[in-house]
């Protein structure tokens, strides 16, 4: 929740959902998410999603340095396993070819170092109205890293639980 406050107050994007991916299902779980109502939430975190449709919609074409910035008139079939709502509202009279429309998408897979999959990064309804420049990918690619930091380490802290678990009911 903080990495997605912090997110929140350095960018312009007003809404947040940061999932995990769980290895054992290969569903991604949303665990936080900011700029929201609580009832979209707890809708969001009612839907887990498969790892792989998710992927299904990160073409290389749609790569913005680390994120993926998918234009809603060039996204690709959506899945029908993955869940997407709707935050903001159109606002009509958007002229600018950079203008955020509520239905592109804004995703920053979190992989861990030797490139597994740790989670997802997804934002929604900038401040301003534009979809972001480099500088604002750049900015929020350091808390994407950040958070697959803290779901790497809290990964890390419950396999060893396991661990001492196990060597404690020996």
Do not use: C
Not at 65 to 82: C, G, K, M, N, R
Not at 103 to 112: A, G, H, I, V
Not at 120 to 125: E, F, G, I, T
């Amino acid at each position: 929740h903080t990495v997605a406050l912090g997110i929140q107050e350095a960018t312009p994007f007003d809404t947040i959902l940061i999932s995990v991916y769980e290895p054992e299902t290969g569903l991604l779980r949303r665990v936080a998410g900011v700029g929201m109502s609580t009832e979209t939430l707890e809708q969001l975190r009612s839907h887990q999603q498969p790892w792989k449709s998710v992927m299904q919609l990160l073409k290389p074409e749609f790569k913005f340095s680390e994120a993926y910035l998918i234009p809603f008139d060039q996204a690709p079939v959506i899945p029908t396993d993955v869940h997407v709502e709707t935050i903001m509202p159109l606002v009509e009279g958007q002229v600018s070819p950079n203008a955020w429309n509520p239905d592109d998408f804004l995703l920053f897979p979190l992989n861990d170092v030797r490139g597994n999959p740790l989670g997802l990064v997804s934002l929604d309804a900038p401040r301003d109205g534009m979809r972001p420049d480099l500088t604002t990918i750049e900015t929020l690619e350091v808390f994407a890293a950040q958070a697959g930091l803290t779901i790497s380490t809290i990964f890390r802290v419950s396999e060893l639980r396991n661990r001492v678990g196990n060597l404690t009911d020996e």
